[in-house]
């Protein structure tokens, strides 16, 4: 029973063009999300965050898209470098503001961006 | 140091066996996970730590895992009779209150 999925296993894109890595959730509990960017062998590094309570935040070349009608949020990557190859995690977490929270782990989807 | 530190990186025991793994969070950090990967799957959430204590363990996977945390710092992570099912990369992560988890880079764990 997966509650957040990344139904795309792989993207591949060219530099300079915009990347579009997609994830769905189950559970209308979760009201944080938050991507991850993971190398080999390295582990995951936060990348950007949004609270329910907005449907989109931005920071330099990543935004997160959240609809929750639709319990979908996606991560935007422009303009792509070959630098943002690696396997991308979205995840997600409800709780008291404050609180410790456990995360919930797409299955990642590895972005290859080609030079 | 600046970061979450997991030793050992890599760890190849024999089926049976008990093994330990250490993590080391950012300093000033009150929260504490521990996650593992297996291969080709997502992050598994396993247990978490508010200071010194585990409000919630369901996420361990049976009762041969255990995990403390002395001092409101350093966490270990004991799997009792290892089987060929627990080989994967055990992640810690920590963090400050309502800020994300920062994560360390796992140690691999296979069992022979």
């Known amino acids: 029973d997966q509650q957040v999925k990344q139904n795309s296993p792989s993207l591949s894109v060219q530099e300079g063009r915009i990347s579009i890595l997609n994830c769905d959730y189950t559970n209308s509990m979760f009201d944080y999300f938050l991507w991850y960017k993971k190398y080999p062998a390295e582990g995951p590094t936060f990348l950007i965050s949004?609270?329910?309570?907005?449907d989109k935040n931005e920071d330099g070349r990543f935004t997160v898209f959240l609809n929750k009608s639709a319990k979908h949020l996606s991560l935007h990557i422009v303009p792509s470098q070959p630098g943002d190859s690696a396997v991308y995690f979205c995840?997600?977490?409800?709780?008291?503001?404050?609180?410790?929270?456990?995360?919930?782990f797409g299955s990642g989807t590895q972005l290859t961006v080609l030079p | 140091g600046a970061g979450v530190s997991q030793s050992p990186s890599n760890k190849v025991t024999e089926k049976g066996k008990d093994v330990e793994l250490r993590c080391d969070p950012i300093s000033g950090h009150t929260a504490l996970y521990w996650y593992r990967q297996s291969l080709g799957q997502g992050l598994e959430f396993l247990i978490y730590f508010q200071g010194n204590s585990a409000p919630d363990k369901s996420g361990l996977p049976s009762d041969r895992f255990s995990a403390e945390r002395t001092g409101g710092s350093v966490s270990t992570l004991t799997i009792q009779r290892t089987q060929q099912e627990d080989s994967a990369v055990y992640l810690c992560?920590?963090?400050?209150?309502?800020?994300?988890?920062?994560f360390g880079d796992g140690t691999r764990l296979s069992i022979l």
């Open positions: 949004i609270s329910s309570i907005k």
């Open positions: 992560a920590s963090s400050r209150r309502g800020q994300p988890q920062h």
């Open positions: 995840a997600a977490s409800y709780g008291s503001s404050g609180s410790a929270r456990q995360l919930t």
